[in-house]
């Protein structure tokens, strides 16, 4: 089926919720506009699941089951709670938001792309040579991404450094907010505890860490590989106020959770745990460690998938039939740069 | 000295001491200089920071991975963070430091504290020894080891100064105010020839053991043999140019670290000679890499590693005896 449909020109279905995403938004569900957040929310975190297959598909690389379970934390976030511009990404007021379970980065390079900070075409390129989309993130080299990492439990530390500094500059500055999302599995780390340790110890209430507690880590279930409940007694424990949500993928509950959380200041950093299920919405995916690490395997795999997330969210939410197939039919699985010079063969995980 | 007493700054010759005073200074002047400390100020040379400056140094507990990581986030609100504890532990934070701060390249300075050696009797699991194996190969990272206070002071404020991630590693022990001349200053990147009597030999050296080389050069002009000595506070980047003038001009070099001879110095000057086919002997006074350091007092821990300048002195006429057989 050829069709005329531009699939990564979102602007007829979708735009950012605030006109300006400097200043900081109040909407509460007797605001006139509430509903309308609400729908917006869902239609991006719609988006970001699409875009994901998109270019975990072109690059024959990613991390669905992490990226699919994050999608309505980062449409609220992006959509409605960070301040932040894409037309400045280092603005010094901006708050802060740090993507801890780096290789989830599919979801943010998506969400990254639809609020402007560069190209939506640049995500087919996502993890080939001389692209600017690493497999894991590269703040140097990527706009809007605060910090490089991909190896698990260092940035809630930087977190707290950085949260502690805003607070040393007064405040101003103090009041910007510092969120870090955390891996249930990156609970595993130690280091994530040392950080959750300071932030306590220094009272940092701009500062929320975030735990998508997907329950599934790369290669197992958590309970089972290494179980860190009952974490919110932990989290309390370590001097965190800790919110829990009901369902990780209703934006509802988040829009509300993530109104409340910045005027929090009471000398206690914040921790949220989401409950969310790992691989959300794509049902070979869902709760599955399979898709912990690996792109679809195909175009038609993907269309498959993109079909999928069509009929349960996109129908509903007005995105026009036509779009699944022509995203699907966009996909360009990106070669490598060189000929195989020497019949080397490496299979995906 | 007991613990948390300041010592009295125009006495004492301790690295770790004088970095403490040298650190307040560039914090007196630069608003957005702090320290990180890891529960080893006293010992480190951080708690005369501490006394000068109590607002800006920030305590994280007894966690490695986390003063990296912290510092890294302070770096990023635009402060000039120096996270120091022992030098050994770099091996906890290495990670953090090579895709938090390297990789990310931000404006943090560690400081490596208890260098080699010199641990106080700490024993085996404090000596640092091994850990410029991995620390010079991390890209954006410098590394700087200075050999007297003067150079360490300079190197300090050249840190303070110069956007990007630095290591330093600092001494424990006494050392010279100045081992190089009156007026030297310290350029990042660059080695020093310190004496130039001839060219019978070559000594290359860094840190703490530029003092032992010089001992060992006056006593090989008593026998006669006329020493060139190049001392390279900076280790990364690493100045090949001075390295590859000295090659050209002697028929054999020793090198000296205070570190293992595998990783480090040795390592370097090795790589650096055999890239252009310099056919000259190089042999390395430094510690075994295959060892655990065992717990004795410095002095018995250099014999045993034959660090001290007689045993130089025996090297260096080893090393000629090899060049004269070739």
Redesign the interface.
């Given at each position: 089926m050829t069709t005329t449909l531009d699939p990564l020109d979102f602007s007829s279905w979708w735009a950012p919720f605030r006109e300006d995403t400097r200043p900081r938004w109040d909407c509460l569900p007797h605001h006139e506009d509430y509903a309308d957040l609400l729908e917006n929310c869902e239609t991006l975190a719609y988006l970001i699941r699409s875009y994901t297959v998109y270019s975990m598909t072109c690059a024959a690389l990613g991390h669905p089951g992490g990226s699919f379970s994050e999608a309505e934390f980062l449409a609220v976030l992006y959509n409605y709670a960070l301040r932040f511009d894409p037309s400045e990404p280092r603005w010094p007021m901006r708050d802060v938001f740090y993507l801890s379970k780096c290789h989830a980065c599919p979801g943010l390079y998506a969400v990254l792309a639809m609020f402007g900070y560069f190209p939506m075409q640049d995500l087919s390129g996502y993890g080939s040579w001389e692209s600017h989309l690493e497999s894991h993130p590269d703040w140097n080299t990527t706009p809007g991404i605060e910090i490089s990492g991909g190896s698990l439990g260092q940035i809630p530390g930087v977190a707290v450094g950085r949260a502690l500094g805003m607070r040393r500059r007064g405040p101003e500055h103090y009041d910007r907010m510092v969120y870090v999302l955390i891996g249930d599995g990156e609970c595993n780390e130690g280091a994530v505890w040392e950080a959750f340790m300071a932030a306590g110890h220094y009272g940092l209430d701009n500062l929320v860490f975030v735990i998508d507690s997907n329950k599934v880590q790369a290669k197992g279930f958590v309970s089972r590989d290494m179980a860190i409940e009952p974490l919110a007694d932990k989290l309390g424990a370590f001097n965190l106020d800790v919110y829990e949500t009901r369902n990780g993928h209703d934006v509802g509950e988040l829009v509300d959770l993530f109104t409340v959380l910045p005027q929090q200041r009471r000398g206690r950093p914040l921790a949220v745990i989401l409950n969310t299920v790992k691989g959300k919405k794509v049902g070979q995916c869902q709760f599955n460690p399979n898709w912990h690490t690996s792109a679809p395997r195909s175009i038609e795999a993907a269309g498959e998938w993109l079909e999928e997330l069509w009929l349960t969210d996109g129908r509903r939410l007005g995105i026009p039939p036509e779009f699944p197939a022509a995203l699907t039919e966009a996909i360009d699985i990106v070669p490598p740069a060189h000929e195989n010079p020497d019949d080397i063969s490496e299979a995906q995980a | 000295m007991a613990q948390f007493v300041i010592p009295d700054r125009e006495r004492t010759r301790q690295m770790r001491y004088r970095m403490g005073f040298a650190l307040a200074d560039l914090a007196d002047e630069n608003e957005d200089i702090?320290a990180l400390d890891a529960d080893l100020r006293s010992s480190t040379g951080l708690h005369i920071f501490d006394h000068f400056h109590p607002d800006k140094l920030?305590k994280?507990?007894i966690?490695e991975?986390?003063l990296?990581?912290?510092?890294?986030?302070?770096?990023?609100?635009?402060?000039i963070?120096f996270p120091c504890t022992f030098d050994a532990f770099c091996r906890r934070y290495m990670?953090?430091l090579y895709?938090?701060v390297a990789?990310?390249?931000l404006n943090v300075k560690v400081l490596g504290a208890y260098v080699g050696l010199f641990t106080g009797k700490a024993g085996a699991t404090h000596q640092s020894d091994k850990e410029l194996g991995l620390l010079l190969r991390i890209p954006n990272l410098r590394v700087v080891e200075p050999g007297c206070n003067l150079e360490m002071e300079q190197a300090l404020h050249c840190a303070a100064q110069t956007p990007g991630p630095f290591y330093l590693r600092i001494v424990r022990c006494e050392v010279e105010d100045n081992e190089l001349w009156d007026g030297y200053e310290f350029e990042l990147g660059r080695g020093v020839t310190v004496l130039d009597d001839g060219a019978d030999v070559g000594l290359v050296c860094t840190g703490y053991m530029v003092k032992t080389a010089r001992i060992a050069a006056q006593k090989l002009a008593r026998r006669g043999i006329k020493v060139r000595l190049d001392h390279h506070p900076t280790l990364k980047p690493f100045d090949r140019a001075l390295l590859y003038d000295l090659a050209e001009k002697v028929p054999a070099i020793v090198t000296l670290e205070n570190h293992c001879v595998s990783g480090g110095l040795y390592s370097l000057v090795a790589e650096a000679l055999a890239e252009v086919g310099a056919g000259l002997p190089v042999t390395a006074v430094g510690t075994d890499p295959e060892d655990f350091i065992h717990t004795g007092h410095v002095n018995d821990l250099l014999h045993h590693y034959r660090m001290t300048s007689e045993h130089v002195v025996e090297k260096v006429i080893q090393t000629l005896r090899l060049a004269g057989d070739s």
């Amino acid at each position: 089926m050829t069709t005329t449909l531009d699939p990564l020109d979102f602007s007829s279905w979708w735009a950012p919720f605030r006109e300006d995403t400097r200043p900081r938004w109040d909407c509460l569900p007797h605001h006139e506009d509430y509903a309308d957040l609400l729908e917006n929310c869902e239609t991006l975190a719609y988006l970001i699941r699409s875009y994901t297959v998109y270019s975990m598909t072109c690059a024959a690389l990613g991390h669905p089951g992490g990226s699919f379970s994050e999608a309505e934390f980062l449409a609220v976030l992006y959509n409605y709670a960070l301040r932040f511009d894409p037309s400045e990404p280092r603005w010094p007021m901006r708050d802060v938001f740090y993507l801890s379970k780096c290789h989830a980065c599919p979801g943010l390079y998506a969400v990254l792309a639809m609020f402007g900070y560069f190209p939506m075409q640049d995500l087919s390129g996502y993890g080939s040579w001389e692209s600017h989309l690493e497999s894991h993130p590269d703040w140097n080299t990527t706009p809007g991404i605060e910090i490089s990492g991909g190896s698990l439990g260092q940035i809630p530390g930087v977190a707290v450094g950085r949260a502690l500094g805003m607070r040393r500059r007064g405040p101003e500055h103090y009041d910007r907010m510092v969120y870090v999302l955390i891996g249930d599995g990156e609970c595993n780390e130690g280091a994530v505890w040392e950080a959750f340790m300071a932030a306590g110890h220094y009272g940092l209430d701009n500062l929320v860490f975030v735990i998508d507690s997907n329950k599934v880590q790369a290669k197992g279930f958590v309970s089972r590989d290494m179980a860190i409940e009952p974490l919110a007694d932990k989290l309390g424990a370590f001097n965190l106020d800790v919110y829990e949500t009901r369902n990780g993928h209703d934006v509802g509950e988040l829009v509300d959770l993530f109104t409340v959380l910045p005027q929090q200041r009471r000398g206690r950093p914040l921790a949220v745990i989401l409950n969310t299920v790992k691989g959300k919405k794509v049902g070979q995916c869902q709760f599955n460690p399979n898709w912990h690490t690996s792109a679809p395997r195909s175009i038609e795999a993907a269309g498959e998938w993109l079909e999928e997330l069509w009929l349960t969210d996109g129908r509903r939410l007005g995105i026009p039939p036509e779009f699944p197939a022509a995203l699907t039919e966009a996909i360009d699985i990106v070669p490598p740069a060189h000929e195989n010079p020497d019949d080397i063969s490496e299979a995906q995980a | 000295m007991a613990q948390f007493v300041i010592p009295d700054r125009e006495r004492t010759r301790q690295m770790r001491y004088r970095m403490g005073f040298a650190l307040a200074d560039l914090a007196d002047e630069n608003e957005d200089i702090v320290a990180l400390d890891a529960d080893l100020r006293s010992s480190t040379g951080l708690h005369i920071f501490d006394h000068f400056h109590p607002d800006k140094l920030v305590k994280t507990g007894i966690a490695e991975q986390n003063l990296v990581a912290m510092a890294a986030g302070l770096a990023q609100e635009g402060y000039i963070p120096f996270p120091c504890t022992f030098d050994a532990f770099c091996r906890r934070y290495m990670d953090q430091l090579y895709i938090t701060v390297a990789y990310s390249n931000l404006n943090v300075k560690v400081l490596g504290a208890y260098v080699g050696l010199f641990t106080g009797k700490a024993g085996a699991t404090h000596q640092s020894d091994k850990e410029l194996g991995l620390l010079l190969r991390i890209p954006n990272l410098r590394v700087v080891e200075p050999g007297c206070n003067l150079e360490m002071e300079q190197a300090l404020h050249c840190a303070a100064q110069t956007p990007g991630p630095f290591y330093l590693r600092i001494v424990r022990c006494e050392v010279e105010d100045n081992e190089l001349w009156d007026g030297y200053e310290f350029e990042l990147g660059r080695g020093v020839t310190v004496l130039d009597d001839g060219a019978d030999v070559g000594l290359v050296c860094t840190g703490y053991m530029v003092k032992t080389a010089r001992i060992a050069a006056q006593k090989l002009a008593r026998r006669g043999i006329k020493v060139r000595l190049d001392h390279h506070p900076t280790l990364k980047p690493f100045d090949r140019a001075l390295l590859y003038d000295l090659a050209e001009k002697v028929p054999a070099i020793v090198t000296l670290e205070n570190h293992c001879v595998s990783g480090g110095l040795y390592s370097l000057v090795a790589e650096a000679l055999a890239e252009v086919g310099a056919g000259l002997p190089v042999t390395a006074v430094g510690t075994d890499p295959e060892d655990f350091i065992h717990t004795g007092h410095v002095n018995d821990l250099l014999h045993h590693y034959r660090m001290t300048s007689e045993h130089v002195v025996e090297k260096v006429i080893q090393t000629l005896r090899l060049a004269g057989d070739s």
